[in-house]
């Protein structure tokens, strides 16, 4: 009779056996059985999965004590095995999950997923947009695969949520020359997911150059990482400007006062506002145009004019103030005049 055998799809046909039984007397097989039988089966080489009929003939069969019967055998075409393997995938914190994608490997005798294979795998993981950074597994299951040649197996694979960059920036300041220093301060950009600055651990590093006492100008704030940490955030840091703008200084032309007929005295100034230890020496350059239109033969008020001239100032926003020159009578004038009223009235 025909042996029961099996082989897998696409593996071909496999050698057909047989066995014969029913032996009396303590005859065996090579004792009394001559040829052997011919055996054949309705499977090809590259059929499909299923079972196929091994048939026995009598080919060269011989015996003198014994006849033959012949009992057909079954061929079982197995499936064969598919792998079903989900990508390795990639995404950041707080970002949407990528499509997981998935290959099958496996196919035999020119067969690919689009001739032998309906449907598709499940391919899921836990992760989701809101799960911290890390590394989480990606599984796949059967789906709604199917294949009349193929059973599957599944693989794992693994998606790598990466940090969210979150920008550090120093915020602008500015600051009057001779003024306080103020705070230094971060700003940022990048959160995701509704985070803010409590969700991270530490504080940034803050720093520039700049001094209560430094000159006006512009100086670089710069950010580094500090003590600053975070699970689902890495860190770039920018820069910011420090603004120093120029303190106030006042000019005033100092008020004068002179007699009638007298010159005009020398016009003189004054400045107000100085800080970081200045003095006009130090913080000024120059001197301003200082002018007065005062007529000394009349008494009166008359004002100094003063502008910049070429005084300038680095550090210093310039404001000027005018001053007064005051011409009086001459005191000689007035007790004559006086004498002349008392004659008048004896």
Known sequence: MGANQATIYGEGIPVLEYWISGFMNGDTPSDVVHGAPVLSTTASANASAGNYAISPGPGTLSAMNYKFAFVPGVLSVKKASILVSPANASSTYGSKIPTLTYTLTGFVIGDTAASSVQGAPAISTSANSGSAAGTYLITAALGSLQSKNYSFLFANALLAICKTILTVAPKPVTMVYGGNLPPLSAVYSGFVNGDGPASLQG????????????????????????????????????????????????????????????????????????????????????????????????????????????????????????????????MSLYVARSSIVSRVSE
């Open 203 to 330: 504080a940034p590093q803050i720093s520039t150059a700049a001094k209560a006492t430094s000159p006006v100008g512009a100086y670089m704030i710069k950010a580094c990482a500090g003590s600053l940490n975070s699970k689902n955030y890495s860190f770039v840091f920018a820069t910011a400007v420090f603004t120093i703008t120029k303190a106030a200084l006042v000019v005033t032309a100092d008020n004068l006062s002179v007699t009638v007929g007298s010159p005009i005295p020398s016009l003189i100034y004054s400045v107000s506002g100085l800080v970081n230890g200045d003095t006009a020496a130090s913080a000024t350059t120059g001197s301003p145009a200082i002018s007065t239109t005062a007529n000394t033969t009349k008494a009166g008020k008359y004002p100094i004019m003063i502008a910049d001239g070429n005084l300038s100032a680095t550090n210093y926003q310039l404001t000027f103030v005018n001053g007064t020159l005051t011409v009086t009578p001459s």
